[in-house]
């Protein structure tokens, strides 16, 4: 749902660039030379609340994932076998017959 804000957001801003009308049309003749003016104060606003809608957004995933793997438990490392010594209980192979 945070993606749809986000990229809604991202569209209201360029279209501002563009200089659209309220409805959101663009003029015909607009030109990338044409976008605007980043600076004007509506603009800066936008950005403004634009990164921090993002950041919301990036921040809500990262806790999700931490709460998913919360859930799972602690995971402890795989267990790599050894082989057995002596003082494990195992016993060591006969050497071999002297000749």
């Known amino acids: 749902r945070l993606d749809w804000a986000s990229a809604g957001l991202m569209l ?31 603009v800066r606003k936008t950005a403004l609340a634009l990164n921090k809608a993002i950041k ?23 267990r790599i076998p050894q082989p057995l010594t002596e003082s494990d209980g195992g016993s060591r192979p006969d050497p071999p017959p002297a000749t």
């Open 56 to 78: 919301g957004f990036a921040q809500a995933e990262l806790r999700e994932r931490r709460e998913g793997q919360q859930h799972m438990g602690p995971r402890s490392p795989p």
């Open 12 to 42: 209201h801003y360029e279209r501002l660039l563009w200089g659209a009308s309220p409805s959101g049309v663009v003029d015909p003749g607009a030109t990338h030379e044409g976008w605007g003016d980043p600076l004007r104060a509506n």
